[in-house]
């Protein structure tokens, strides 16, 4: 993973050094970047995948390489400090990026130019919950993102979380005819959660199976019920490919073919309530089949 981002060189021009005497850029110092401290999008999906270069991420502050090993921004990933405290009861928000405001008379040296924070709110909208910057993300444990997308309102992305108690679900799997079915147990000697049915090729891996597992698991009720004005959505934004559809008591995942695997139908019968609660396990679920 390259933490160290070097301002690049160029090497034409009347100089020798890329720039013209007509150019402002020959009178900038040189600006080297640190490989995590993404400043957007796209560069927090390079943090996260290990394809930095330079652009788009935060002045380094060491300046010259080979002092990576103990930087402070370094030491605090590492040590998976400084990332944001997230909420308890819900394993998906959606975050929206809110650009700085220019500062007044700044021209084009402000330094809120092309910055960004986010706001993190419910995954259905609503009043935000948590506010952070790109680094708190980065260095926050279990995180993915979605891709991203544009609507009315700006820039946006899922966030879901890794559930830490994933490893103790469990999922039994036996084949049925073409298809496959997997039950869903919290952990040994808990009630059965949930039952899916693969219909063709299963169109995910078994982590996303304990995680949804994970993410039913400690509901204080157990039969199952029709939640009051509970919507299934279509389909998220951010998430190609996936369509959910709410069908008699059951639930119905579509997954269109990819590089990666065939066309696919999952119909899920729930052992728990469909309620609010279910619907964002759900919609989470959906979000880790694609996430980064």
Same mark, same amino acid.
């Given at each position: 993973?390259?933490? +160290?981002?070097?301002?690049?060189?160029?090497?034409?021009?009347?100089?020798?050094?890329?720039?013209?005497?007509l150019s402002l850029n020959a009178?900038?110092?040189?600006?080297?970047?640190?490989?995590?401290?993404?400043?957007?999008?796209?560069?927090?999906? @390079?943090?996260?995948?290990?394809?930095?270069?330079?652009?788009? +991420?935060?002045?380094?502050?060491?300046?010259?390489?080979?002092?990576?090993?103990?930087?402070?921004?370094?030491?605090?990933?590492? !040590?998976?400090?400084?990332?944001?405290? %997230?909420?308890?009861?819900?394993?998906?928000?959606?975050?929206?990026?809110?650009?700085?405001?220019?500062?007044?008379?700044?021209? +084009?040296?402000?330094? !809120?130019?092309?910055?960004?924070? *986010? @706001?993190?709110?419910? %995954?259905?909208?609503?009043?935000?919950?948590?506010d952070a910057d790109w680094v708190?993300?980065?260095?926050?444990?279990?995180?993915?993102?979605?891709?991203?997308?544009?609507? @009315?309102?700006?820039? !946006?992305?899922?966030?879901?979380?890794?559930?830490?108690?994933?490893?103790?679900?469990?999922?039994?799997?036996?084949?049925?005819?073409?298809?496959?079915?997997?039950?869903?147990?919290?952990?040994?000697? *808990?009630?059965?959660?949930?039952? *899916?049915?693969?219909?063709?090729?299963?169109?995910?891996?078994?982590?996303?199976?304990r995680h949804l597992a994970a993410?039913?698991?400690?509901?204080?009720?157990?039969?199952? $019920?029709?939640?009051?004005?509970?919507?299934?959505?279509?389909?998220?934004?951010?998430?190609?490919?996936?369509?959910?559809?709410?069908?008699?008591?059951?639930?119905?995942?579509?997954? $269109?073919?990819?590089?990666?695997?065939?066309?696919?139908?999952?119909?899920?019968?729930?052992?728990?309530?469909?309620?609010?609660?279910?619907?964002?396990?759900?919609?989470?679920?959906?979000?880790?089949?694609?996430?980064?």
């Amino acid at each position: 993973m390259p933490l +160290f981002l070097e301002q690049p060189t160029y090497p034409r021009g009347p100089d020798g050094r890329g720039w013209n005497r007509l150019s402002l850029n020959a009178h900038f110092d040189r600006r080297h970047q640190c490989g995590l401290q993404p400043t957007r999008f796209a560069a927090l999906y @390079e943090a996260l995948t290990g394809r930095q270069h330079w652009g788009g +991420f935060g002045r380094c502050f060491v300046g010259h390489p080979g002092s990576c090993g103990s930087c402070p921004v370094q030491l605090r990933r590492l !040590a998976r400090e400084g990332g944001i405290n %997230w909420p308890d009861e819900t394993p998906l928000l959606l975050a929206r990026v809110r650009p700085w405001p220019l500062t007044p008379g700044a021209l +084009f040296a402000d330094p !809120a130019s092309g910055r960004s924070s *986010l @706001e993190l709110s419910p %995954w259905r909208g609503g009043q935000p919950v948590l506010d952070a910057d790109w680094v708190e993300i980065l260095n926050t444990p279990g995180l993915l993102i979605s891709w991203c997308w544009q609507d @009315e309102q700006g820039e !946006a992305f899922w966030l879901v979380r890794s559930h830490p108690a994933a490893d103790t679900a469990i999922v039994h799997t036996e084949r049925i005819g073409a298809g496959l079915r997997h039950e869903l147990y919290g952990g040994p000697g *808990l009630p059965r959660l949930a039952v *899916l049915t693969c219909h063709g090729c299963c169109a995910h891996e078994g982590y996303h199976l304990r995680h949804l597992a994970a993410d039913l698991a400690h509901r204080p009720d157990r039969a199952p $019920a029709l939640g009051t004005g509970t919507e299934t959505p279509g389909r998220l934004p951010g998430v190609p490919l996936v369509d959910l559809a709410r069908v008699g008591s059951s639930s119905v995942i579509r997954r $269109a073919r990819s590089r990666s695997h065939g066309p696919s139908t999952v119909q899920i019968g729930w052992d728990v309530p469909f309620d609010e609660t279910t619907v964002t396990a759900l919609a989470a679920y959906a979000v880790r089949l694609v996430a980064i």
